[in-house]
């Protein structure tokens, strides 16, 4: 008995493990959005990129630090050699070695350190700007992708309660061609129409999937079929478009991370003409070391290390570089640098420009959409009273099916513009929002 109950038990388990594994994974717009940002490729290799920017950084702030290194070596002479303490010639094997330590510190080479950290930490900033970028710009693809799966489980939706419409207007149909008050006609008309409702709710289906492989490649997920998204995770905008609210957006436009990004790189841009600038002038740099060494030729005399104490020997040394004739090179490093300048300053406009049109733009389509949508509702209102009439006729016999399939397709076609132009309002007013960095 405890073991059959064992068994059973073990079964259930199974069965739950085997259910859990094969459920769709459900998700939320922030939880696909969210996701899509782990995955996406383009925002891998901008948050790598800012990786390097960092790590270059952190360089150029080290370089001002003095360079310290060592040496040692280790010799073995055969034959004729130099004997190191008389300086004679002498016929016998020397071993030696000789050990150093020297350090080097820039002092000026005209502010060409000062002026690459500047410059890196402006590109590190304008890579930490680009990933923002390209995370919003996800974010809305996703959005798009988002709402047409919604737009179209919707309108998969009408499409079956038009099924379910004329299969009910069917069955009214046979009980009155029945009776012997309605002629069989109707009956074929009815069919034919149902037909036609399957084969439209089959293809509403299809573009449900789809829609669903295009958000799923947005993503990066890697099976479409095997998740579904939130129903209720969209909310409806209902702010009134006017030309305040497009003014308030045109105000703030210039936060916008492209924007910033193509500043910093400005700014990078003017650092760099100073550092081209930095080679017509001198570099003073300050030296130091200390060294000793050790031959086998005075063994006699000397033993290891009292031959580096007395072999023991330091320097300093101050120097100075200065540019007298650099065969051109310094002055067309710093007109490339101008050059360069111009450019990412036209880009710079070129980008405010684009930026304020785009803005512009999005705004009139959205109003538009909102025109739409408000246009919309009417529609659906007024259709919806002329089917319910039609259909009260129909039933009187007084409507033939065809006129009724008529008011039928109007009603249909109200509820898709509906449809439409909601999910088109929705998403030209998350475009907004982007813009105005809410």
């Known amino acids: 008995m405890e073991n059959r109950i064992l068994k059973y038990f073990l079964q259930l388990i199974l069965i739950l493990l085997y259910f859990e594994g094969n459920a769709q994974q459900r998700f939320s717009l922030n939880q696909c959005i969210e996701y899509g940002y782990k995955q996406n490729f383009d925002v891998k290799l901008k948050e790598l990129r800012l990786k390097q920017s960092e790590n270059t950084l952190e360089q150029s702030e080290k370089a001002i630090y003095p360079n310290l290194s060592g040496s040692f070596s280790q010799g073995i002479n055969s034959g004729r050699s130099i004997d190191p303490f008389t300086n004679g010639f002498i016929q016998r094997t020397i071993s030696s070695n000789s050990f150093g330590a020297n350090a080097n510190f820039t002092i000026f080479n005209g502010f060409s350190l000062k002026n690459q950290i500047i410059q890196n930490q402006y590109n590190a900033e304008a890579d930490q700007v680009e990933i923002q970028r390209a995370k919003n710009e996800l974010r809305i693809r996703i959005t798009l992708a ?20 004329i299969q009910s207007q069917y069955e009214r149909a046979k009980a009155l061609v029945n009776e012997g008050n309605m002629p069989k006609t109707n009956l074929i008309d009815l069919d034919a129409q149902l037909a036609t409702a399957e084969y439209d709710a089959l293809n509403a289906k299809n573009n449900i999937d789809v829609s669903k492989l295009s958000l799923a490649q947005l993503m990066a997920f890697p099976n479409f079929v095997a998740y579904d998204i939130e129903s209720n995770s969209i909310e409806e905008k209902t702010v009134l478009l006017n030309d305040n ?18 500043e910093l790189r400005v700014r990078s841009a003017n650092i760099g003409v100073k550092l081209a600038e930095a080679g017509k002038y001198p570099t003073v740099s300050l030296g130091a070391g200390v060294g000793s060494a050790y031959s ?37 490093r710093i007109t490339n640098a101008q050059i360069n300048q111009r450019i990412v300053e036209t880009q710079l406009s070129q980008t405010k420009l684009q930026i304020k049109q785009e803005i512009e733009q999005v705004y009139l389509t959205a109003k538009i959409a909102q025109e739409k949508l408000k246009a919309a509702q009417r529609q659906v209102s007024a259709q919806q009273i002329a089917y319910d009439s039609a259909k009260d006729r129909y039933l009187e016999g007084l409507l033939h099916a065809i006129e009724l399939n008529t008011f039928r397709i109007n009603l249909e076609r109200a509820k898709s513009n509906l449809i439409q132009s909601k999910y088109e309002f929705n998403f030209r007013k998350t475009v907004l929002d982007y813009y105005s960095n809410k």
């Open 146 to 165: 988002y709402m047409q799966v919604l737009m179209n489980q919707e309108l998969s939706k009408i499409a079956q309660e038009q099924i379910q419409n």
């Open 245 to 262: 609210y497009l003014q308030n957006i045109l105000s703030g436009f210039y936060f916008q991370p492209i924007i910033k990004s193509a």
């Open 296 to 332: 086998s030729a005075a063994a006699k005399e000397y033993n290891y290390f009292n031959q580096l104490g007395f072999n023991l020997n330091q320097f300093a040394r101050l120097s100075i570089n200065i540019p007298i004739y650099t065969n051109g090179q310094v002055k067309g």
